[in-house]
């Protein structure tokens, strides 16, 4: 028809967009290959630079084109300076003009009109305006392109240009910022950009923060732009208070904001340092807990401010140390019981008997790992006498930390134990904070889980367990479980995460009262055996403190494996009946010392070869399982040849 615009079909529109898709493709395909050539040829030019900023503009997370780019503005600048510095002796030896000799740099290119796609950067609501110093998006290969034309002349051929450092690297700025326009949170332009302000003579680091708080009110959360922040405060003149006052002004724009909340981490303990809690001093530190309180009791759903609690409360961190020494006469082992895990291939261990220094067998006391924090020295046969008296101390290294602790070995007495955690102190604290601050706190929090209802107390009831496990794990044990219990029915989807948290804290009280009660000396006497059944407990923890234990009963549980249970290396009977087991692990075929091993009404549906390796297990219970439906009993005495009983039904 007459005056009608023709319109293709949606067959022909569908058929052009494929065309078009083939087409970038292929220039895609096709950049990308000239640049691994060229930068594999050591071809670091000019044109490296134009392939790499045509690339760069239309996809800014590659990280490998970004550092071929560096790479090459490495080489030039290197050359420049190395021209540089010819002339500048050609000068001194030579009667010509300074002028004569050195070519000039040329100043205000003109952008080229087919760079990238900067249409759609320009067009974007939500891009960055470059800085005047940055207007320029001219590439520094194209730069050294139209110098060497202006140098040239007809009876001349063009000589190389010679930039400065910063002439090289300005324009890199002005790249960056249309990169960023295309993605705003892209890893590899911000990390380009923190490289060339790192490498420029003159950086303008104001422009720097001007254009990071234009990103900010863009997207307050891009926490790539907060990192760059930081990086230009530390370098600049800027004080930390500024910072400080900046992070406040979007906290309380959004106390969700967790990047704002994060920087101010950083920041504070460098203008406030102390001793209390995160390494604030005190009054500055009871500022800051007013102020997270007051963004938890004003949204208690988010968890960005409990976050930040938890980090002024201060890591538990500590020194190594010797937990626990044990002796055994009659098997001439002794067994180091650490307050933290340990890598026996970075560290070392020693040990002396009656002053002596022995060279003597270290290991783990978990077979599968070199990680641990019991170990297990076998000292030479007959080093401890039968019946007589010994001094041994054990010394160990490990990451430029070292904890010695020494025992003494009765006469006549078959184990020697000892260990430094004082009663009163919490083996287990996990925050570093003191106790009258810990119990504000917490006073706090009870008081917000009363006033919410139990849908929008999940951090609080976390934070919570966290103050009461410091406080006393002992005495807040019921109130712990309780808290837990809630947890798992307001975030049904981390039950699994509650419960296995659960069962740590419950084992962890445990072990607190057994150590708080007993006398070093006399802690093994009264404590070989523990009873935790019907605990619901879904894991096993902390049984590296007992290492003198000789019967753990953990039946009527919830325990789907035995791990946990390989560290119990003097263990005689375990029973773990009405659990949910489905296989008699690695954790109990390293039990050298195992004759009962209880596993009635469980799932265990074979047994296999790694029942060769209980050297003196002499009762066997497997009733209640669906392997003692097979007929496996004469596979397990053949494989178990201390075995005298098999229960299986």
Not at 285 to 308: G, I, R, W
Not at 489 to 497: F, H, K, P, Q, T
Not at 514 to 520: I, S
Request: charged share 20%; with cysteine.
């Amino acid at each position: 028809m007459h005056g009608r615009v023709k319109v293709k079909t949606p067959a022909e529109q569908a058929e052009a967009r494929k065309a078009e898709r083939l087409k970038k493709s292929k220039w895609y395909t096709t950049t990308v290959e000239q640049i691994f050539t060229k930068r594999d040829s050591s071809e670091l030019d000019g044109d490296l630079l134009r392939l790499t900023e045509e690339l760069l503009r239309v996809n800014p997370d590659f990280a490998t084109v970004w550092n071929a780019r560096r790479k090459t503005l490495n080489h030039l600048i290197a050359k420049d300076r190395q021209a540089s510095q010819a002339a500048a002796s050609d000068c001194t030896d030579s009667p010509v003009p300074v002028s004569d000799t050195i070519i000039s740099p040329p100043t205000g290119e003109a952008a080229p009109s087919d760079m990238g796609n900067s249409s759609n950067c320009q067009a974007s609501s939500d891009a960055v305006t470059p800085t005047p110093s940055e207007q320029s998006p001219v590439s520094t290969g194209t730069a050294e392109a139209a110098a060497c034309a202006e140098a040239a002349t007809d009876d001349e051929p063009a000589a190389p240009a010679t930039l400065t450092n910063d002439e090289r690297l300005l324009p890199e700025l002005a790249l960056t910022v249309a990169c960023l326009m295309v993605n705003p949170k892209s890893y590899g332009v911000w990390h380009h950009r923190t490289w060339v302000m790192d490498h420029l003579d003159n950086p303008r680091w104001g422009q720097e923060i001007d254009l990071c708080s234009k990103a900010l009110s863009k997207d307050s959360r891009n926490f790539h732009c907060w990192d760059y922040r930081r990086f230009v405060s530390m370098r600049s003149t800027r004080p930390a208070t500024d910072e400080v006052a900046f992070s406040t002004e979007k906290i309380k724009a959004s106390y969700s904001n967790y990047s704002a909340w994060h920087n101010r981490s950083r920041l504070l303990p460098q203008i406030f340092p102390g001793s209390v809690g995160c390494g604030l001093n005190k009054e500055k530190m009871n500022e800051e807990l007013e102020f997270a309180k007051n963004a938890m009791y004003t949204d208690p759903v988010d968890q960005s401010a409990f976050f930040y609690h938890r980090w002024l409360l201060g890591r538990g961190e500590c020194q190594l140390g010797v937990r626990c020494l044990f002796v055994c006469r009659q098997s001439q082992q002794v067994v180091v019981v650490l307050n933290k895990p340990m890598n026996l291939l970075s560290g070392s261990a020693c040990i002396e008997v009656d002053a002596e220094y022995e060279i003597a067998a270290w290991r783990t006391a978990d077979p599968s790992s070199q990680v641990s924090t019991v170990l297990v020295c076998q000292l030479p046969t007959g080093l401890l006498s039968s019946s007589g008296s010994h001094m041994l101390t054990v010394e160990v290294t490990f990451r430029n930390e070292s904890a010695a602790q020494l025992v003494h070995l009765d006469t006549d007495m078959p184990y020697a134990c000892t260990h430094v955690v004082p009663a009163s102190y919490n083996m287990f604290s996990s925050l570093a904070a003191p106790v009258d601050i810990l119990q504000q706190e917490l006073d706090s929090l009870v008081e917000l889980l009363a006033i919410n209802d139990e849908e929008g107390s999940k951090w609080a009831l976390l934070t919570a367990v966290l103050l009461l496990q410091t406080l006393d794990p002992v005495a807040h044990r019921d109130q712990v479980r309780s808290y837990f219990a809630a947890l798992q029915r307001i975030d049904s989807m981390r039950s699994g995460y509650y419960r296995d948290l659960s069962s740590r804290y419950y084992l962890q009280s445990v072990a607190q009262h057994v150590w708080q009660q007993q006398d070093p000396q006399q802690l093994w006497r009264c404590n070989q055996q523990l009873d935790v059944s019907n605990q619901s407990l879904y894991s096993l923890f902390h049984l590296d403190s007992y290492p003198w234990l000789h019967q753990l009963n953990i039946s009527g549980n919830k325990l789907t494996s035995l791990n946990g249970c390989q560290v119990l290396i003097f263990l005689q009977e375990l029973i773990a009946d009405d659990n949910q087991i489905t296989d008699i692990g690695y954790e109990v075929a390293s039990l050298k010392c195992l004759s009962h091993l209880s596993l009635r009404n469980n799932g265990i549906v074979s047994v296999d070869e790694r029942m060769k390796h209980f050297p003196r297990l002499q009762r066997l219970c497997l009733a209640g399982n669906p392997v003692a439906k097979d007929d496996c009993m004469a596979a397990i005495f053949s494989m178990v040849s201390s075995l005298e009983q098999l229960e299986l039904e």
